[in-house]
């Protein structure tokens, strides 16, 4: 479970756990954002001061790779494939529609942090598409006239946990 909060002490032994590894940075990048859902300046600032790397190089590494965000990412995040299978099979104006009941755009995150919306060129599973994935849950053969019911489903489980919390 992310939760976007990380003490010093617990930041530093992810980067004494990695840094003796060829690719030990990319290992820290991925465990704080696993822990975090993203990659906040801070983290970053300490993996420099500890590794000896350049801020700069820990920026260009982080923001090379599109696994990584250095923005706070939502706690449900949508994958639309866009390609060519589900392109031409509507992706497109799911993507819209998407685009449209979120009020967000492609790569940004909904101003409650309940949703990011991103795509991807591929998810292999041409047959079934168009596809939208939440949260490693694949929605096959969609449509725009589903976007309503499927993210019914994800504003169900916020609101559940809400109440629960009460």
């Known amino acids: 479970m ?3 909060s990380m003490d010093e002490q617990e930041l530093t032994q992810i980067i004494e756990r990695n840094k003796i590894e060829q690719n030990g940075l990319i290992a820290m990048l991925y465990e704080v954002q696993s822990k975090m859902g993203y990659l906040p300046e801070a983290a970053l600032k300490l993996i ?27 706690k449900h995040i949508i994958k639309v494939c866009m390609g060519t299978a589900c392109h031409v099979r509507g992706a497109v104006p799911i993507l819209g529609e998407l685009q449209r ?30 596809i939208v994935v939440i949260d490693d849950n694949y929605h096959v053969n969609t449509r725009a006239q589903k976007i309503n019911a499927i993210l019914a489903k994800y504003s169900q489980i916020h609101d559940d946990e809400n109440e629960a919390m009460e």
């Open 2 to 4: 992310r939760r976007n």
């Open 101 to 130: 009941k979120l009020e967000i755009k492609t790569g940004e995150t909904t101003d409650d942090k309940q949703f990011t919306l991103e795509t991807v060129n591929c998810l292999g599973a041409c047959a079934l598409g168009p």
């Open 48 to 74: 420099s001061k500890n590794t000896g790397r350049s801020l700069i190089d820990i920026y260009s590494v982080a923001s090379f790779y599109n696994a990584f965000s250095l923005s706070p990412r939502g």
